[in-house]
Structures are given as C-alpha cells and as structure tokens.
C-alpha cells in the first residue's frame, strides 16, 4: 500500500456542487498538507495542519475548507465548486522540515 | 515572503547530454534545498535535498550543492536517459517558529529523446 493515499483519483463534479477529496497516510507524520497544481504555476500551498487540533490556512485557502479527523487523515473540501478550482490537488505528509514531503498520487479534479 | 525560480521549460536533449537546471530562492532565515521529481500521472518524489551551505545532495546520477553566496541550487546530471523525462521541481522549507511549509518553484519540464 501506498504510504500516502489519495481518493478519488479522477472527479469530475458540476458548478456549485460540495466535494470532498480524502487523504489518509500511514507514515505516522503529524504534518499533512494539501496543495494544487497549475500548469505553469507549479505547487500552491492550500492548507496545512501539524496536529489533529491545528489548521492552517495556506496561500490560496479561500474556496476550500479541511478537516483533519486523525493523525492519519486529512480531508479538502469544495464547499461550492467552481470551474476555476479544475486542477490536480496533492496532499503530502512530513515529519520534521529538513526531511521533505510524501506526496500522494494526486485527484485530478474537473469542475464543469 | 519566500520565493523559488526555475528555468522554463521544456528543456529536450538528447540522451548521454549533460543536464543543468537553474534554481535560485529567495527566504528569510536559512532554508533547507530540495528537488522534486514528476513522473507523468505520478504526484512528486523527493530527488535529492540539501540543508545547509555547500552540502551536495546526490541521488540517482544527479546532484545540486547548496550555494548561500549566489542562493542558488542548481541540479546536474552529467548523462541523462529517456527515463528522466519528467517535470523537475525545485523547493525550500523555513522554519519559523513551529511552523514550516514547502515553497515551489513553477516546475522545469526535461525531454530526453534516443
């Protein structure tokens, strides 16, 4: 099994729907984050959370909400989706600054 | 705030080429260096990092030395395959206080052709 693990993979949602993107890790990190990539834009940094009652928001948060319901779960979502939000969401994991990130496989999200 | 500059893309080559990408940053205290690889359908894995000045972070064939003077982070490879096509990231993480986040640069897409 994948240490971080993402789901779906592909969604593909209608405007002004509720979405919801799940991640769950079995690294044992406390650290979780979900970015978004653009192309061009590269990793934009969405939410952060260092432990179950911490969370925080990141560079492009508004539109999004999170919940971490474990150490090992940390959810997005999409409160009302828009078509702008079309992009490959990644949520990684991390123990300790100087060691890097795990990233999940990704969910590729259209919003039509 | 803190910021990463790559190279545009893409960079194509031929295989058994030598590769550069170019990196520089901008932070506030002293961050830790990291590359990234994207394989395509793939999410990111940690190539190679470096944490402080002068250290040389080496992975796989390809290496980047952590330049404080120039805050630069250059990746290499000296022969490259048609297996590295991939998108390259370059990033850095700070520490302020507890908190740390990755910052990443916009991503270099490498080309590797027979």
């Known amino acids: 099994d994948a240490d971080v693990t993402q789901t779906p993979r592909n969604r593909i949602t209608k405007t002004g729907k509720r979405i919801m993107l799940e991640c769950s890790q079995t690294?044992?990190?406390?650290?979780m984050y979900w970015y978004r990539q653009d192309p061009g834009l590269g990793l934009r940094l969405i939410y952060y959370?260092?432990?179950?009652?911490?969370?925080n928001k990141g560079e492009i948060s508004d539109g999004y909400s999170v919940s971490r319901q474990a150490q090992a779960k940390f959810s997005l979502s999409l409160e009302s989706a828009i078509p702008n939000q079309t992009a490959l969401y990644f949520c990684a994991t991390s123990d300790d600054y100087e060691d890097g990130y795990t990233f999940g496989s990704g969910t590729r999200l259209t919003v039509v | 705030g803190d910021s990463v500059t790559q190279m545009e893309g893409p960079v194509t080559l031929s295989e058994e080429a030598f590769l550069t990408i170019n990196c520089t940053y901008t932070?506030?205290?002293?961050?830790?260096l990291f590359w990234y690889v994207q394989y395509p359908g793939e999410g990111l894995q940690l190539l190679l990092k470096?944490?402080?000045?002068?250290d040389k972070g080496s992975n796989k064939g390809f290496e980047a030395t952590y330049r404080k003077e120039t805050t630069s982070f250059h990746l290499e490879k000296g022969s490259v395959q048609v297996s590295d096509s991939a998108v390259y990231f370059c990033?850095?993480?700070?520490?302020?206080?507890?908190?740390?986040?990755?910052?990443f640069g916009t991503g270099t897409r490498l080309q590797v052709t027979l």
């Open positions: 690294k044992g990190h406390d650290r």
């Open positions: 470096a944490t402080k000045a002068d």
């Open positions: 932070a506030t205290g002293y961050p830790s």
């Open positions: 990033a850095l993480s700070t520490l302020t206080g507890t908190a740390s986040k990755l910052t």
């Open positions: 959370s260092f432990d179950v009652k911490d969370i």
